[in-house]
């Protein structure tokens, strides 16, 4: 079993910026893929950032230049460090890992990944 776990989220200005943490618990060895999603209230959960054992990284359009996604050498723990946050960016956090990224890089879905954690909270406020 594989289990991440979600730290770093919190309140913040607009402009501000926030390093989210998420550490990956059980079969470490079993995950080839971390990514970061988000949902705010009464939308879609939405895609933010991916990256590989590897070390190869995907961002949504809309993300990148201001959000980095990176990870540990044990592969055990991926950072979303977030920069010139808006409102925009106010959701909750998740977190997510998988055993392959998904078939058609650099495009990254929700289905992609099977483990999940709880999810941390950013509220940016204006």
């Known amino acids: 079993q594989v289990q991440p776990v979600e730290s770093g989220g919190g309140s913040v200005q607009a402009g501000g910026s926030l390093r989210l943490s998420c550490a990956v618990y059980?079969?470490?060895?079993?995950?080839?893929?971390m990514g970061w999603f988000r949902q705010a209230p009464g939308k879609e959960r939405e895609g933010v950032a991916v990256?590989?054992?590897?070390?190869?990284?995907s961002y949504t359009a809309s993300m990148q230049g201001r959000f980095t996604i990176s990870q540990n050498n044990a592969k055990s723990a991926v950072y979303l460090q977030m920069n010139s946050l808006s409102p925009e960016d106010t959701a909750t956090y998740y977190c997510?890992?998988?055993?392959?990224?998904?078939?058609?890089?650099?495009?990254?879905?929700?289905?992609?990944?099977?483990?999940w954690g709880p999810g941390t909270q950013v509220t940016v406020s204006s």
């Open positions: 990256i590989d054992s590897a070390g190869r990284t």
């Open positions: 059980g079969y470490t060895y079993y995950v080839q893929c």
């Open positions: 997510a890992a998988s055993d392959r990224c998904g078939g058609s890089w650099p495009i990254f879905v929700a289905a992609d990944f099977r483990y």
